[in-house]
């Protein structure tokens, strides 16, 4: 049973030292996942720390190994806090910051114990679901928005922390949960609009043929990351991609247009052999910034999360958190430069994955898919994130994606279907347990988890998570 107020009056705890520490001039350190929903809670907390005139400095990380906890706990901070990660390191965190001033706002699956001196806030505490509830700037928000009223405006990177996350899992692609509650505030304060509409990447931004060519959730084959295909097909039924000298946007077709759009994309989508229910998830709600100006990347809420993602990466957080503070302009275009290269190295790993089948190994209830010596460890989640909404793999299994690191170790992402999830699959607890038999570290949420092992136990590892799988499914 969800307890809202429990979480408030944890939430509370944290505001309060935030606002003690601050008052009296305490330095912070901000570390935060390098995904779209980590940089958005960082950006909030960032935002939340510079209201109060609070020395800061924030670092994105990729995961808390040992080396980045290490170095975190060398910093010259009074004060750490850790947004959309830790929960999942709890044992880890303990160890290295007993005894001093620690905050964790988190979503995942909580994974160790802590002493009651650092303050942890996470929803699954409290009866609710981190996977798709609410995200890490979800909970990042509620606690700025304890410490000032002000900070309501903050309500519109959390949506995007949200969407970032792909927790829009409600009746037409809509938030639910404590992200309702999120939305909610946004709208109230007339920050935030919401309509039921097409969902292509660059709606407002883009011509529509590179809208739809840059729409890889879901990913469309033929169709996503082919922009002469998609100018063949829009042409195919009379849709004018100008008019007069101006590059029509997606924003600007009728409701006719759409709905053309929309069959047409059905049609080459089962001339592939997919069901029609890919195309079908392009109609959802639209959730429009409207403080940011209109024809950029920033006011479309998803297009704002890509952004972010693309960002973290390309190994430009930077860039991500600068947007986030409310840096625009010439960083905006330094962005999309940045979102570019992103798309077009995702449109290469999935030509990769459909031209060679021998990368792809079907197991009892997982498909496993080895990258080594060609897909960057840095992007194994964006690719099973991709592959699991792509409907070119059975919805019974789930997805595994491992490379080899830099450092000679592996890197697995993992994505389970709503259906496995349904029949009682939890990814983020096989991935911890198994990747701790393995000596390496893993978790995550039930739908989406992670782990870092050695190579040396990389087959082992695999045939564990299948196994692992197997039992969730007949216990479920």
């Given at each position: 049973?969800?307890?809202?107020?429990?979480?408030?009056?944890?939430?509370s705890?944290?505001?309060?030292?935030i606002?003690?520490?601050?008052?009296g001039?305490?330095n912070?350190l901000?570390v935060?996942?390098?995904?779209?929903d980590?940089?958005a809670a960082a950006?909030?907390?960032g935002?939340?720390?510079a209201?109060?005139?609070?020395p800061?400095?924030?670092?994105?990380v990729k995961?808390?190994?040992g080396e980045v906890?290490s170095?975190?706990?060398?910093e010259?901070?009074d004060?750490?806090?850790?947004?959309?990660i830790?929960?999942?390191?709890?044992?880890?965190?303990q160890?290295?910051?007993a005894?001093?001033?620690?905050?964790?706002?988190?979503?995942?699956?909580?994974?160790?114990r802590?002493?009651?001196e650092?303050?942890?806030?996470?929803?699954?505490?409290?009866?609710f679901?981190?996977a798709?509830?609410?995200?890490?700037?979800?909970?990042a928000?509620?606690?700025?928005?304890?410490?000032?009223d002000?900070?309501?405006d903050?309500?519109t990177?959390?949506?995007v922390g949200?969407?970032g996350?792909m927790?829009?899992?409600g009746?037409r692609?809509?938030?639910?949960?404590l992200?309702?509650?999120?939305v909610e505030?946004?709208?109230?304060?007339?920050?935030?609009?919401?309509?039921?509409?097409?969902?292509?990447?660059g709606?407002?931004?883009?011509?529509?043929?590179?809208?739809?060519?840059?729409?890889?959730?879901?990913?469309?084959?033929?169709?996503?990351?082919?922009?002469d295909?998609?100018?063949?097909?829009?042409?195919s039924?009379?849709?004018?991609?100008k008019?007069?000298?101006r590059?029509?946007?997606?924003?600007?077709?009728s409701?006719?247009?759409?709905?053309?759009v929309?069959?047409?994309?059905?049609?080459?989508?089962?001339s592939k052999?997919?069901?029609?229910?890919?195309?079908?998830?392009?109609?959802?709600?639209?959730y429009?910034?409207?403080?940011?100006?209109s024809?950029?990347?920033t006011?479309?809420?998803?297009?704002?999360?890509s952004?972010?993602?693309?960002?973290?990466?390309?190994?430009?957080?930077?860039?991500?958190?600068?947007?986030?503070?409310?840096d625009?302009?010439m960083?905006?275009?330094?962005?999309?430069?940045?979102l570019?290269?992103?798309r077009?190295?995702?449109?290469?790993y999935?030509?990769?994955?459909?031209?060679?089948?021998?990368?792809?190994?079907e197991?009892?209830?997982?498909?496993?898919i080895?990258?080594?010596?060609?897909?960057?460890?840095?992007?194994?989640?964006?690719?099973?994130?991709?592959?699991?909404?792509?409907?070119?793999f059975?919805?019974?299994k789930a997805?595994?994606?491992?490379?080899?690191?830099?450092k000679?170790?592996?890197?697995?992402?993992?994505?389970?279907?709503?259906?496995?999830v349904?029949?009682?699959?939890n990814?983020?607890?096989?991935?911890?347990?198994?990747?701790?038999?393995?000596?390496?570290m893993g978790?995550?949420?039930?739908?989406?988890?992670?782990?870092?092992?050695?190579e040396?136990?990389?087959?082992?590892f695999?045939k564990?998570?299948?196994?692992?799988?197997?039992?969730?499914?007949?216990?479920?």
């Amino acid at each position: 049973m969800s307890d809202f107020q429990g979480l408030l009056s944890r939430v509370s705890e944290a505001a309060n030292l935030i606002l003690k520490e601050a008052r009296g001039e305490s330095n912070f350190l901000v570390v935060s996942h390098f995904d779209a929903d980590g940089l958005a809670a960082a950006g909030i907390m960032g935002r939340t720390l510079a209201r109060l005139d609070a020395p800061m400095h924030l670092r994105v990380v990729k995961q808390l190994d040992g080396e980045v906890i290490s170095e975190c706990r060398s910093e010259d901070s009074d004060v750490t806090i850790f947004t959309e990660i830790g929960s999942g390191y709890l044992d880890t965190i303990q160890n290295s910051f007993a005894g001093k001033k620690t905050i964790i706002l988190d979503h995942h699956q909580p994974s160790g114990r802590l002493d009651p001196e650092i303050i942890h806030v996470n929803p699954h505490q409290f009866g609710f679901d981190g996977a798709t509830e609410v995200s890490g700037a979800g909970i990042a928000y509620f606690v700025a928005r304890s410490i000032a009223d002000v900070n309501v405006d903050l309500s519109t990177l959390a949506v995007v922390g949200a969407l970032g996350d792909m927790q829009d899992k409600g009746a037409r692609r809509s938030l639910h949960g404590l992200n309702e509650k999120i939305v909610e505030d946004g709208l109230k304060k007339g920050l935030l609009e919401t309509a039921t509409d097409l969902i292509f990447y660059g709606r407002e931004t883009r011509p529509i043929h590179r809208a739809l060519a840059y729409t890889t959730s879901p990913f469309l084959p033929g169709i996503s990351g082919e922009e002469d295909n998609c100018l063949a097909l829009l042409a195919s039924i009379g849709i004018q991609v100008k008019q007069e000298d101006r590059w029509r946007t997606v924003k600007d077709l009728s409701n006719d247009e759409k709905q053309r759009v929309l069959s047409k994309i059905i049609e080459v989508v089962s001339s592939k052999g997919l069901p029609s229910r890919a195309a079908l998830e392009l109609i959802g709600t639209v959730y429009t910034l409207v403080e940011e100006e209109s024809s950029t990347p920033t006011r479309d809420a998803r297009e704002y999360a890509s952004l972010l993602n693309a960002c973290g990466r390309m190994d430009r957080p930077g860039l991500a958190i600068s947007i986030c503070l409310g840096d625009r302009g010439m960083v905006t275009e330094e962005v999309q430069q940045v979102l570019a290269e992103y798309r077009k190295t995702l449109a290469q790993y999935m030509e990769w994955v459909t031209q060679k089948p021998d990368t792809i190994t079907e197991l009892r209830s997982t498909y496993y898919i080895r990258g080594d010596d060609f897909l960057d460890e840095k992007m194994t989640g964006a690719l099973s994130s991709i592959l699991s909404n792509s409907g070119l793999f059975k919805m019974e299994k789930a997805i595994i994606v491992a490379t080899r690191t830099k450092k000679g170790e592996v890197k697995v992402s993992a994505r389970a279907s709503d259906w496995l999830v349904e029949r009682g699959v939890n990814l983020g607890a096989a991935l911890q347990a198994i990747a701790e038999k393995c000596s390496g570290m893993g978790g995550g949420h039930n739908v989406a988890a992670g782990a870092q092992i050695p190579e040396e136990k990389r087959e082992d590892f695999i045939k564990l998570v299948d196994a692992a799988i197997c039992n969730q499914i007949k216990a479920g």
